[in-house]
Every structure is written in structure tokens, then in C-alpha cells.
């Protein structure tokens, strides 16, 4: 470098140390100046250059229009160009002068004219790029400004010093070079306009990342705005952003569909090629080489291949940082040997605390764009995973669908994808620990020698544990143990304060990748296990989607099977065998037979839903679809019907019209926008069928495939339905209508009939041709229809209804004869079981219920006698959840202050203080030590130095133990006790609270909440008593130190506080924000699980996928600001701490003189930890306060009113009662709730013991309101209930439920054995539970499976038919056979040949026990007793079933509807 300056005017030295270092006036060589020092920004642009070329190539914008900040920039570039083409002309001019300047004068001139060329045409570039903020151009021009600012000091001060200015042309280009770069600078610092073509405005909120400028970026100044807002007011989802482009589900769907597809493809080939080598190797090979193994496509390849460029550009970000961090425990040993050397010129000092801070500074900034860049990565796995599982579940085959239930699906969507998530940000350890920890045991081996390597063994064994302890105390242990081994090993081993606080700086470096390696090995640990679940989900069979052949069919024909054979499942029998059916055009065809013979899975094998073993299915035309069990959306009543399509109101009124929904919609509160909860909860069996049905109709297929959807109405209403819709005069006649029914009266007025037996044909034919065959089926009819002719007649005869009032009643007849919505139909463990995760709820986990605010109605008479205004008054039955805003109230912290255990906290709070005194003493006697007087290279009281330090940190190490174990009671003890009261007050909650709070909120308390308050809270609680502990440590170490410290500490502490306030108001708020967007997601997609057969028979797959992607990235807005207020507050808190070791570093510098450097090690050693200990403050405050919200939440309903006792012991019934089965209404009356009409109004009878009596009114009548009362699910207005003379009310309801059966009109089963769902309690022998199957008439399918009675039922039975499940219900009731039996039309999925056997079970078996009965098919009642017949709440008839049909009142009529009369 000498060569190159010369031996002209600059001297020939590049460097000289008297002149730079050992001064008080330090300066660089002019030769350094003009060479390295003005190369060094054209170094970093010409080395950025290719890389950032790449990046522009792969991010093109559109172009920006050429405006006057361009223009201004590009002439700065110009000018400079020229500036510099000027110095090397007039060196040139020197060489023809004959002064022959040295070569660093045509050097440098070139390099910095062609480097300014290229910054002049890279702002070009940029413009036609679209790129607004130029990050490497800002960096580039502040590199020479600095670079700048020592020769624009050097010149002046030697000007003054010589007297005048010796080349003056050089001096004049330099001045002008420096001002314009300055100005460069300055102009780089604003942004361009948007690019041209840019979807600025079709954004309504467009996030302001992506058009902020590089120095807003790089601060998260851009999120301020927000920050601002939400500290003004709570934030609402309006205010969101929007996603960026990149980071939306399309975007991310698309990429990694596309990465996905790879694999399989690869895996596809593999296999392929797997299987020719087989062919041609010899078996003898094979033997030899062993199985081998399945190539399944890998995910995770798949993954890495998606988001490989965010993840090489984290790994920069972490490479960065990580070698940035290591560079202040090298200053702080610089600054200790300045305190140490007294002779050091003072500047040193001011230097190394200026160093310190900018690489402070710097580590600030990169560790954020790090953080940043790898959670919103984690962001997009979670985008990508839940869009690839929600894709395939929509086309996996049954037998899939049957191995795992819909709660296991939800959880890979709900917790394997967050596991991958929350991996996302440790994934970098994998090789960043290790390089922290070489590069640290490194320079320790440097500063200690050896002994590092006892530390190091010692680490190494204490990895496995990972408590709070250990954790704590891993720094501690290993600086104790290599300090000790350093001292003891050789006498002259002085442990001065440079190697003693250099050593714990790094060992606090140490102390982080070694405290974060056991959470990343566990966390890989639990994802991939969900990798390998995702993976195999991923991997399971699809439906074959040219299983049916939907374009090309015989002429004249709309469905043909032809020689099918089907199964649900490859393992299992075939369903339907041999089938040979030919459906033509526009006909109405019927498929009839008994329970469990394959009607539901003839529709499926249609769809294309079972597995075709052989033949062929032909099925041309658009197809609509109503299934067994209706399946309803969460979303208004119209958008359930409209089903996408778009709104034809002709259209519409006529399927609402057809399928009797005019008069529900009279009645629901919003008419036709009502919204439907979950699986239709506020709507009845009969409403949701019609809805279903409605939507078929709506949809204007060609093909409708209906599976029994008159069986969950009221047989008149059937009969609407099938004369409207189904049958030959109905909106549908002309289409072509595959009917699956039980009901016998709609037969003739079909095309033909289709008689199931054992999953095939055994007969087919016309209704009349069928009848003259004299087969199984024509006997049936006999047996089942005698007077079929006599009742068509009838019917045809019959005037039409004189009263339009009437009409109204007739349609909304069944509108809740299913009241579904109460505890006997959907038990809350069936609905815990299913959506335990999905159903966080519609409110989610902070509650701010959006789905629930529309209503659900309540059976009753009430609905019809409340005036209209009242009725609108009242009709919010759901009320919206209570969402706390702004601050947790002092109340809530009392209150788990109190679970812990008042004592248990205070002492908690001593020992976190006592462990932090303890702490710094041992730093404190370290400090002293290290300053102890050296005599002969040596220090006299080493083992006494030792064993004090050693003691601290023991006494250190049990303070935080105890702390830990005595948090770790304390948390358990509270989690328990709030849990306790939770349950206790759940288990005993009155009906009406359940009628009024939407499970999920429920749900809510027992799974999000307690989950909290179990495994959150107290770890929470720990980590803010660590890190408020460690910052008042720093600062008291600091203050006594340095006591000038003290006056900087206010000012930060405002700063600290005022962006404490902002953040915790805004991420709180976005922590809800995100719950509230979440459990949608969830809920759509269990949704989506369960009706995936309507969805792909409608051909909406593509739709929903849609709707999933919109919940998903509405999720993911609220996601993105919460990560950016992380990274936020980070800044701007790392900020404070930054300042903290400036100041610490600077007062050191100032007061050298009366410190020792044991003094200032301490000092700043504890300043370089405080920026972590402040962050986490914030960070654990505000976590803090979102968990603790869920001890409020959890205490709200562990206070709501409760049920009457349980037992009553004054009061217990006599053993054995009821003897007779006598049941008296006594005046009785009842209501819903309080503020609502009588239910039931004065209701007096008497059944006496034995007694059979069927209980039928219209809807609202308050016959399921009379079964509820008799359990006490409703208590009593007035009046009494006695049964067998004992007042019901006084006996404790445990007593009086256990002697009472019901069987529900839904049937409920549990998942587990079929053994487990006859009898839970286990209290019955094994043959009784067969004779109880026999007279069920489910001997024979339960002895026909392999398992018996451990025969496993899937969730909610869903491996059983309907009819089948009705069956164990009824077995169940068989086996308990409790002296009173209410059946609440128990037999309405079963044909009636199977019906007809049941109720003969019932008649001999329940003989002697009382029967009550609500029933919708009159002839399962009409050798009763007595029939009451119920209006109103009254009583308006109650003889039997003779009398009545002669007194020719309301039960003649119903009778005469189900030709009974």
C-alpha cells in the first residue's frame, strides 16, 4: 500500500500508530485517507451488487414513474461522476506537467467515478423496478459520508495548523464530493411514488410495510400509526391491514400445492421404478435385499422447497447477529485495560463506549429483521399446512374418514399445524447454537487457557435438565467451575477483572443457545410427530373422482348401475353387491327395505362417496343432494338455502314456498337472515331437514338424490313436502328423484320402486306391479297398509283447509317437535368429544361472540302468545359474551393471588428478592476479588475468594429452587381449585343456562382457559418477577458503580413507560383480535368434514376452498401487526438498554480515575444483560395480562345460579320407589325462564301405574316441555308433580333422575365399545346385555361382527345407521328398565317392520312400568291406554285412542292426516 502512495507529497506510510493511536489528537495517514478509506463504500456496493441484481430480477413491481426526486438523485450520481472524472484529469494534467502525482490519485479517482456511474444507473434500475427505498443505496451513500468525515476533519485542521491550504483544487473537489453525498443521503432517506399498475387502489387498508421506506423497515416505524390508534381506542378487525401479496393463502397455496405435487410426482416414479426393478431381478435378490420401504412423498421437502428463500435470508440475518454478538465482550476487556492503564488516552474510552453502542445498536436492528423475517416464515407454514390438510380433506374416501374422527382432523389443523409455527423461530439453533457456543468457548480458551473445558464438560452434562433452576443456574455453575479451575490449577493464575467479566459476558452469550437447545430438541420432538400425522393424512387414499362416469350415459337415461359392487372400506365386506339399476329421465324412484340393508349407501355409491369394486355407475347432469341427518352451515337461513348460488327471488320464494318455510320465517327473529348456529342448534330435526330439502330445490339440478327426508317431520308435513316438492305434481316433478323413505303412503305415486335387501336388489318394479308379484314387499304392504286405497281416496276428497292460520300451524307443525336443542338430544360429552377444538367458539377465546348473537328458540307455547313488540324484545336469547376491554382489574390478581395462597405469594415475591441479592453479591465479591492486590503474580486468599463465591451462588441456586418448586405448588393448588369450582358450578348449572350460552363459550372455560391458568400463568408469573428483578439489579449495580448513572435513569424510564403503555394496549387487543378470527377457522373447517359428501355432490369443493382461505388469511391479518408490535416495542425497548450500557460505558469513561476496573466490569457486564431483562418485561407484563383474563373468565362462571342439590338427605325416597309408576300433575304450571310466557298452564291429570299414554299436540303444544318437567330439567312455576304420592320437588334431583328412562328421539352413543354404551357404569352381567340386544332386535348384527360386544363405535355412532343407533338406545333403556319409561318418538329412522317389532318389545317388556309417549306416527300409539292430546300448554283432550276418534276432536284429525281414521 506504501508503493501505491507514493513518495510524493502524502509520504509514503499507509499507517502510522503514533500519528492514529498514541495521541491525544489522533489522526489517519493522508495515504489511508485517499486510498482504503474512499474504497471502502465502492467495496460494499461492488460486492452487493450481484446479489441484489438477483433479488430485483425475481421482484419486479411495474415501473415508477419518473418523477422530480429521481431525477434530483440521478443528477447528484452524475455530478459525483463528474466530481471524480475531474480529480483524475487533473492528475493527468499533473503527469503532463511533470509533477507526477502518486498512483492513488488515478486509482481512487476511477474506482469512485466508475462506482458512481453504477449508483447513478442502479437508481434507474430501481425506478424501473418499482423499488421506492433503496436500503442498499441509503447504505451506500452513509458509507461515504462516514468514510468522508475524517478527511473533511483532517483537511481543515491541517490547514489551520500549516497556515494555508496545500493543494486547493483537491480541496475544493473534496468539499463538493462531500456535500453533494451528504445530499445523496438525505435525498435516498424519502420514497418514490407507487409503482405505475400498482393495486394500491382496489385496497381499502393496504398494509404500509410494503410501501414504506428502508429506514422505516429497518425500525418498524411503519407500525407506529397503529400503535397510536390502539392506545387511543381498543382496535377493532376494521382496522387491520390487509395481508401483503406474499403472504396470502393464494400466494402460499399456490407455491406449496405446486412443491407438493412435485413429491408425490418423485414418489410416484420412485415406486414405478421400484416395482419394474422387482420384475426383473430374480426372487432370490429380493430375499436378499429385504423389504423395501414405502416411498411416501416428504412434506417437509415439500415445506422447505416453498419458503426456502425466507429461510437462507433469516440465516443471514442470525449469521449476522450471531458474530455482531460477540463483539462488545472484546470492547468491555478493551475498556477494562483503559480504566486499568491510567497513562491511555482519554478518547480511547469514548471510543469504546461509542462502539459499543453502535454495535448494540446494530445487533438491535438485525436481530428484529431476523425475528421478523422468521415468525411471519412461521406465519406461512401455518398458511400453507392448514390449506393443504383443509384441500384433502375434502376428497379423502370414507374409510379414511372413518379411522379417525373429526376432532382428530381439526387437531392436525388446529395443533400440528401451530407446532410447526412455533418451531419455525428455534429452527435456526440447529446450527446457530453450535456456532455460538464454538465461537464462545474460543474466546474463552483465549482469556482462561484449559480450564474453559471443565466449564464446557459441565454444561455438556447439564443439558438434559431444563427446569427453572437449572436453567437459572447454568451460567452460574460453569462460570464458578472454570473460574475455580483456572485459579487452583497453577498459582500465578491471577483472575483479574478483565478475564473474570469478559468471562461472564461470555458466558452469558453461552448461557442463551444452551438454555434454548433442550426447547428446540423437545419441540422437534412434538413436530415431527405432527409432521409424521400430516404426512400420513396427506398420504391416505382420495376418492376416486372417475369412479362415476359423468359424461357420457345411454340415451333416454339420467342414472345406471350396471353390475355394481361397493364397499365403505377396502378391509371390509362389500355393502352393495351386484346392483344392475337403470333410472330414466325425469323419474321418481323409491328405494325402500329394512334397517341397515344399504339405501343410504346405494345414494353414496352415486356420489361417487364408496369404493366401486367392480362395474360401472353412469350419472349425467348437475346433481343435488339431501342427506339423511341434514347438514346446515353456520350462516343465515338464506345463505344456507342460496348455497353460493346466486339470489333469483322467483326462485327462492318458490322453494321456501314448497318446502313450508314461509311460516318459519314468521317466526325466526330475523325472517330469511337469521342466523343458524352450528349444526343448525336453533333450528328443530323437521326445520333443518327442510332447509336441506329447500336447498336441493333452490339449486335446480338435473339429478336429486333425497335419503329419507321426511322421516324428521310430522307425517302431515311429510305429506306437504312429498305432493309440493318430491312427488308427481311437485316443483321437482320432470326431474329425475332417487327417494330413499319409510313411508309406505308415498309408494304409489311413484315410477318405481326399489326393494333393498342385504345390500342388493331383491325386487324392482312399479308400486303395482310389485303388489301382483305377491312377494316379501307386496305381504309387507299388506301387513302395514291395509286401507292405502280407502286413505287416497280420502285424501283426494278431503275440502281444503278453511283457516290460512291453520295452514301456518300445519307447516310449522314439526318446526320443533325435535327440539334438538335439548340436554337428552346432544349430551355435552358428545359435543365436547366433536368439537373440542373447533368449538373455541364462535366467540373465541377472549369472547367477543359475533356467531352468537342470533338467538335459539325454545319449544312452547310462549312463542305464540307473546304480543309481537314483546316478542321482539325478548327474542335475544343468546346473548353476546362480555368481552373486558382495556385493563385487567387489580381484582382479578387478588382473586388468583388468593387460589395460590396469600402467604404462598408473599413468599414467592422474598425469595425472587433474596435470590437477586444473592445474586449480586456474588458479582459484587468477584468485582472485589479481581481488584485484590497481586503480590509475586500471585493473589494470597484464592480457595477463601473461591469459597465465598462458590457459597453466594449455592445459596443463589437453592433461593431459586424453592422459588420455583414453592410457584410450581402454588400454580397447581390454583389451577385446581378454580377448575374445582368450574366444574362443580357447571355440573349443577339450570337448563337455562345451557339454552342461553352456546357450548363452545363452555368448552371455552374447561379447555382454552384452564389451559392457561394450568401451564401458562405461573411460568408467566415467574419469568416477570425474573426479568423485573434483573433490571432493578442492573440499575442498582449501575447507581452504586457510577452514581451519575442516576441522573439518565428517569428520562429512560419515560421513554421505557411511554412505550410500554402503547404496545400492551395494542398487542393486547391484537391477542384478541386473533382469538376472536381463529376459532372460525376451526369451526369451518369440522363443518366441512361433516358435510364434505354435500359439498362435492353440489361440486363446491372449489368455493369452500375459497371461503377456508379468506377465514384463514382474516386470521393471519390480525397475526401479522401483533408479530410486527413484537419487533416494535423490541426496537424501541433494546433501544433504552442500549442507551443503559452507553451511559454505563461513558460514566465509567468520565470517572476512570475513582474506579477500580473490577468496578466497571461489574457495571457494564450487567448493562450489556439489560436490554434482554428490559424487553421481557414488557413482553411478560403483556402476556401477563391476556393469560390472566382467563382466571376472570373461569370465575364468571363459577358463580352463575345453580340447580336445586343433588341429594336432599332429610328428604330421600324410600328404597325401591317407585313401586307403581303413578305419575300427578297437580295444578301445574311452567316456564322457560323468568320474563317468559307459561309453557305449561295448569296442567292436572293423573296416570296411573302400568299406564301406557301417548302424549301428540302441535308444535308448542309443550309436550316435550311436560318429559322435561318430570325430570326437574324445568322447575315449577306452581303446582306440584307427585309421583307415587311423593312430591318430586322435595327430593334431591340424583334421586330422582336415576329412577327415570328416557330415550331420546336423536340417539346418543359415545366413542368406545358397544359394551360401554349399553351399560357405562358397568353394572350388569354379560347375558343380560344380550337378551337386552335380542328384544332390540340387534342380536344378530352385533353376533355377526367379529368384536361383539366390543364392537367399537365411531364418534356419535356414526358407523351405525340411524335406525341401528335408535336400536342401542333402546337396548340401553331395556337393560336400566326403571318403573317409568318416557320415549320421545324413539323409532322415527327405523322402517316399520322393524318398528312394529319394537313396540311389541316395549308392550311386553315394559308391561308393568309406565309408558309415556311423544309421538309424530300415530300407529305406534293407537293401542295406548290413553292419548293426551296437549294445545297450547293445556290440556285439550285425554281419553283413549277410541273415544277420541269418536269424540271427533283434535286427535280425529291428526289420525284422519295419518289414514289411522
Known amino acids: 500500500m506504501d508503493a501505491l502512495c507514493g513518495s510524493g507529497e502524502l509520504g509514503s506510510k499507509f499507517w502510522d500508530s503514533n500519528l492514529s493511536l498514541h495521541t491525544d489528537n489522533p489522526d489517519f495517514t493522508p495515504c489511508f485517507q485517499n486510498s482504503l478509506l474512499a474504497w471502502v463504500p465502492c467495496i460494499y456496493l461492488w460486492a452487493a451488487l450481484p446479489c441484489y441484481l438477483f433479488y430485483l430480477r425475481r421482484h419486479h413491481q411495474g415501473y415508477i414513474v419518473l418523477s422530480h426526486l429521481s431525477r434530483f438523485k440521478t443528477a447528484l450520481g452524475v455530478l459525483l461522476w463528474c466530481v471524480s472524472w475531474v480529480d483524475l484529469f487533473y492528475s493527468f494534467h499533473g503527469l503532463v506537467h511533470g509533477w507526477a502525482p502518486a498512483p492513488v490519485f488515478f486509482v481512487t479517482p476511477l474506482v469512485v467515478g466508475v462506482t458512481m456511474l453504477l449508483a447513478t444507473l442502479l437508481i434507474q434500475y430501481e425506478r424501473l423496478q418499482g423499488v421506492r427505498s433503496s436500503g442498499i443505496l441509503i447504505i451506500f451513500w452513509f458509507l461515504c459520508v462516514v468514510c468522508g468525515i475524517i478527511p473533511f476533519r483532517s483537511k481543515i485542521l491541517s490547514a489551520l495548523t500549516q497556515g494555508k491550504i496545500a493543494d486547493p483544487f483537491r480541496f475544493t473537489t473534496f468539499y463538493i464530493y462531500f456535500a453533494l453525498v451528504l445530499s445523496a443521503l438525505i435525498l435516498s432517506c424519502f420514497r418514490e411514488k407507487p409503482p405505475f399498475f400498482s393495486p394500491k387502489n382496489i385496497d381499502p387498508n393496504p398494509c404500509p410495510e410494503a410501501g414504506a421506506g428502508f429506514l422505516s423497515r429497518l425500525s418498524f416505524w411503519w407500525f407506529t400509526k397503529l400503535a397510536i390508534l390502539g392506545y387511543r381506542r381498543p382496535l377493532e378487525e376494521r382496522d387491520l391491514w390487509s395481508l401483503n401479496k406474499e403472504d396470502r393463502s393464494q400466494m402460499v397455496m399456490q407455491r406449496l400445492l405446486e412443491e407438493w405435487e412435485k413429491q408425490q410426482d418423485q414418489a410416484a416414479r420412485r415406486q414405478a421404478a421400484e416395482a419394474s426393478r422387482k420384475k426383473l431381478s430374480s426372487e432370490g435378490e429380493v430375499l436378499l435385499e429385504g423389504r423395501p420401504r414405502a416411498q411416501e412423498p416428504s412434506f417437509l421437502r415439500a415445506l422447505m422447497a416453498t419458503f426456502s428463500t425466507s429461510f437462507l435470508l433469516s440465516m443471514g440475518f442470525k449469521l449476522i447477529q450471531d458474530l455482531l454478538s460477540f463483539i462488545n465482550p472484546q470492547l468491555l476487556s478493551i475498556l477494562i485495560r483503559f480504566i486499568s492503564n491510567p497513562t491511555a488516552p482519554t478518547w480511547w474510552g469514548f471510543l469504546v463506549a461509542g462502539l459499543m453502542f453502535v454495535c448494540s445498536v446494530m445487533q438491535t436492528l438485525i436481530l428484529h429483521q431476523y425475528y421478523h423475517c422468521i415468525f411471519v416464515m412461521g406465519l406461512r407454514f401455518r398458511t400453507g399446512i392448514i390449506g393443504v390438510i383443509y384441500r384433502k380433506a375434502l376428497v379423502i374416501t370414507n374409510s379414511v374418514k372413518r379411522e379417525s374422527t373429526v376432532g382428530e382432523i381439526v387437531n392436525l389443523m388446529s395443533v400440528d399445524a401451530q407446532r410447526f409455527m412455533d418451531v419455525v423461530p428455534f429452527i435456526n439453533l440447529l446450527w446457530s447454537a453450535p456456532l455460538q457456543i464454538i465461537l464462545a468457548v474460543y474466546f474463552l480458551w483465549q482469556n482462561l487457557g484449559p480450564s474453559v473445558l471443565a466449564g464446557v464438560a459441565l454444561m455438556i452434562l447439564l443439558i438434559p435438565l431444563n427446569g427453572a433452576v437449572a436453567v437459572k443456574m447454568r451460567a452460574f455453575q460453569v462460570t464458578l467451575t472454570t473460574l475455580g479451575v483456572y485459579v487452583s490449577v497453577d498459582k500465578n493464575n491471577v483472575l483479574d477483572a478483565e478475564k473474570a467479566f469478559v468471562s461472564v459476558s461470555l458466558f452469558n452469550i453461552l448461557k442463551i443457545p444452551l438454555n434454548m437447545l433442550p426447547q428446540l430438541i423437545s419441540n422437534l420432538a412434538q413436530t415431527s410427530v405432527s409432521l409424521k400425522r400430516i404426512q400420513h393424512f396427506l398420504s391416505q387414499d382420495e376418492l376416486d373422482p372417475q369412479c362415476v362416469e359423468r359424461k357420457t350415459i345411454t340415451p333416454g337415461y339420467a342414472v345406471i348401475i350396471h353390475n355394481g359392487t361397493f364397499t365403505w372400506a377396502q378391509d371390509l365386506p362389500p355393502a352393495l353387491h351386484s346392483l344392475d339399476i337403470q333410472v330414466p329421465k325425469g323419474a321418481l324412484v323409491a328405494v325402500v327395505g329394512p334397517v341397515g340393508c344399504g339405501k343410504s349407501s346405494l345414494l353414496s355409491a352415486l356420489l361417487g362417496e364408496m369404493e366401486k369394486l367392480e362395474g360401472k355407475v353412469y350419472m349425467k347432469g348437475s346433481v343435488a343432494y339431501v342427506p339423511q341427518q341434514a347438514w346446515i352451515q353456520n350462516c343465515t337461513l338464506q345463505e344456507n338455502v342460496l348455497f353460493g348460488q346466486a339470489l333469483d327471488p322467483k326462485r327462492y320464494q318458490k322453494a321456501l314456498e314448497a318446502c313450508a318455510l314461509l311460516a318459519d320465517l314468521e317466526v325466526l327473529p330475523g325472517g330469511d337472515q337469521t342466523e343458524i348456529g352450528e349444526k343448525g342448534i336453533n333450528l328443530s330435526g323437521g326445520q333443518r331437514q327442510r332447509v336441506s330439502v329447500a336447498r336441493a330445490v333452490y339449486s335446480d339440478a338435473d339429478i336429486f338424490l333425497l335419503d329419507d327426508p321426511l322421516s324428521a317431520v310430522d307425517s302431515h308435513v311429510a305429506k306437504h313436502i312429498f305432493d309440493q316438492v318430491i312427488g308427481p305434481e311437485g316443483v321437482l316433478a320432470g326431474k329425475t328423484r332417487v327417494l330413499v323413505t319409510h313411508g309406505i303412503s308415498f309408494l304409489p305415486q311413484t315410477d318405481f320402486v326399489i326393494v333393498l335387501s342385504d345390500g342388493h336388489v331383491s325386487e324392482m318394479g312399479t308400486y303395482s306391479a310389485l303388489l301382483q308379484r305377491d312377494g316379501s314387499f307386496a305381504n309387507f304392504l299388506r301387513n302395514y297398509a291395509p286401507d292405502e286405497d280407502k286413505e287416497h281416496q280420502e285424501a283426494d276428497n278431503r275440502p281444503a283447509l278453511e283457516d290460512k292460520e291453520d295452514e301456518g300451524v300445519l307447516m310449522i307443525e314439526d318446526t320443533l317437535s325435535n327440539h334438538t336443542d335439548l340436554t337428552d338430544n346432544e349430551p355435552v360429552t358428545y359435543e365436547v368429544q366433536k368439537q373440542f377444538l373447533r368449538q373455541l367458539s364462535s366467540m373465541s377465546s377472549e369472547g367477543e361472540g359475533q356467531g352468537w348473537s342470533v338467538p335459539r328458540r325454545r319449544p312452547g307455547a ?210 384478541r383480535l386473533e382469538s376472536v378470527s381463529r376459532s372460525p377457522i376451526y369451526s369451518h373447517f369440522s363443518e366441512t368434514v361433516t358435510g364434505s359428501s354435500v359439498i362435492r355432490a353440489y361440486g363446491r369443493s372449489q368455493d369452500f376452498e375459497t371461503i377456508n382461505d379468506a377465514k384463514v388469511d382474516t386470521n393471519q391479518k390480525s397475526c401479522y401487526p401483533y408479530i410486527a408490535s413484537n419487533r416494535w416495542l423490541g426496537i424501541r425497548v433494546e433501544f433504552v438498554g442500549n442507551c443503559v450500557v452507553l451511559f454505563a460505558a461513558l460514566f465509567a469513561v468520565t470517572g476512570r480515575s475513582s474506579l477500580s476496573p473490577g468496578l466497571v466490569g461489574l457495571s457494564v457486564s450487567y448493562a450489556l444483560q439489560v436490554t434482554l431483562a428490559l424487553n421481557w418485561m414488557i413482553r411478560t407484563m403483556s402476556d401477563l395480562e391476556s393469560n390472566i383474563v382467563a382466571v376472570e373468565r373461569v370465575k364468571e362462571y363459577s358463580k352463575t345460579e345453580t340447580e336445586a342439590p343433588w341429594v336432599v338427605e332429610g328428604s330421600r325416597p324410600p328404597a325401591g320407589w317407585p313401586l307403581k309408576g303413578e305419575v300427578e300433575f297437580r295444578n301445574y304450571s311452567v316456564r322457560y325462564r323468568p320474563g317468559l310466557e307459561l309453557v305449561l298452564k295448569d296442567l292436572s291429570l293423573r296416570v296411573h301405574g302400568g299406564e301406557k299414554v301417548g302424549i301428540v299436540g302441535r308444535t308448542g303444544a309443550g309436550k316435550s316441555s311436560m318429559t322435561l318437567c318430570l325430570f326437574r330439567i324445568l322447575e315449577a312455576a306452581e303446582g306440584e308433580i307427585y309421583i307415587d304420592g311423593l312430591n318430586v320437588a322435595d327430593i334431591g334431583l340424583h334421586d330422582l333422575r336415576s329412577k327415570l328412562t328416557i330415550i331420546p328421539q336423536d340417539p346418543i352413543l359415545f366413542s368406545g365399545t358397544l359394551r360401554m354404551n349399553l351399560d357405562p357404569f358397568g353394572c350388569y352381567s354379560e347375558e343380560d346385555m344380550w337378551q337386552a340386544l335380542e328384544l332390540s332386535h340387534l342380536h344378530s348384527f352385533v353376533s355377526s361382527q367379529p368384536a361383539g360386544l366390543e364392537f367399537q363405535c365411531s364418534e356419535g355412532g356414526e358407523n351405525l345407521s340411524v335406525g341401528q343407533r335408535q336400536l342401542v338406545c333402546l337396548a340401553r333403556a331395556l337393560l336400566r328398565k326403571t318403573r317409568i319409561l318416557v320415549l320421545d318418538e324413539a323409532t322415527a329412522a327405523i322402517d316399520l317392520e322393524t318398528d312394529d317389532l319394537i313396540q311389541a318389545t316395549i308392550r311386553t317388556q315394559f308391561e308393568t312400568c309406565t309408558v309415556l309417549t311423544i309421538a309424530h306416527r300415530l300407529n305406534t300409539i293407537m293401542d295406548y291406554t290413553r292419548v293426551l292430546v296437549l294445545d297450547k300448554g293445556t290440556i285439550a283432550e285425554f281419553d283413549s285412542p277410541t273415544n277420541l276418534i269418536a269424540a271427533r276432536g283434535i286427535f280425529y284429525g291428526m289420525a284422519r292426516d295419518a289414514g289411522l281414521a
Open 862 to 1071: 310462549a312463542e305464540k302468545v307473546v304480543p309481537a313488540t314483546e316478542a321482539k324484545a325478548s327474542h335475544v336469547l343468546t346473548q353476546e359474551e362480555k368481552t373486558e376491554m382495556g385493563t385487567v382489574k387489580l381484582s382479578v390478581y387478588w382473586d388468583y393471588a388468593k387460589a395460590v395462597g396469600l402467604w404462598t405469594a408473599l413468599v414467592i415475591c422474598l425469595l425472587y428478592g433474596g435470590q437477586s441479592a444473592a445474586a449480586i453479591g456474588a458479582n459484587v465479591w468477584l468485582s472485589a476479588w479481581t481488584d485484590e492486590a497481586v503480590v509475586d503474580n500471585q493473589q494470597n486468599s484464592t480457595s477463601y475468594r473461591l469459597g465465598v463465591y462458590a457459597a453466594l451462588g449455592i445459596l443463589q441456586g437453592l433461593l431459586v429452587m424453592l422459588s420455583a418448586i414453592t410457584m410450581a405448588v402454588g400454580g397447581v393448588q390454583a389451577a385446581r381449585l378454580l377448575h374445582q369450582a368450574l366444574l362443580h358450578n357447571k355440573m349443577r348449572s339450570p337448563q337455562s343456562f345451557f339454552d342461553t350460552t352456546p357450548s363452545g363459550r363452555i368448552l371455552n372455560r374447561f379447555s382454552k382457559d384452564i389451559y392457561v391458568i394450568d401451564e401458562l400463568l405461573a411460568p408467566t408469573i415467574l419469568m416477570l418477577l425474573n426479568s423485573f428483578y434483573n433490571s432493578i439489579s442492573t440499575l442498582v449495580v449501575i447507581v452504586a458503580s457510577t452514581p451519575l448513572f442516576a441522573v439518565v435513569i428517569l428520562p429512560l424510564a419515560v421513554l421505557y413507560l411511554f412505550v410500554q403503555r402503547f404496545y400492551v394496549a395494542t398487542s393486547r387487543q391484537l391477542k
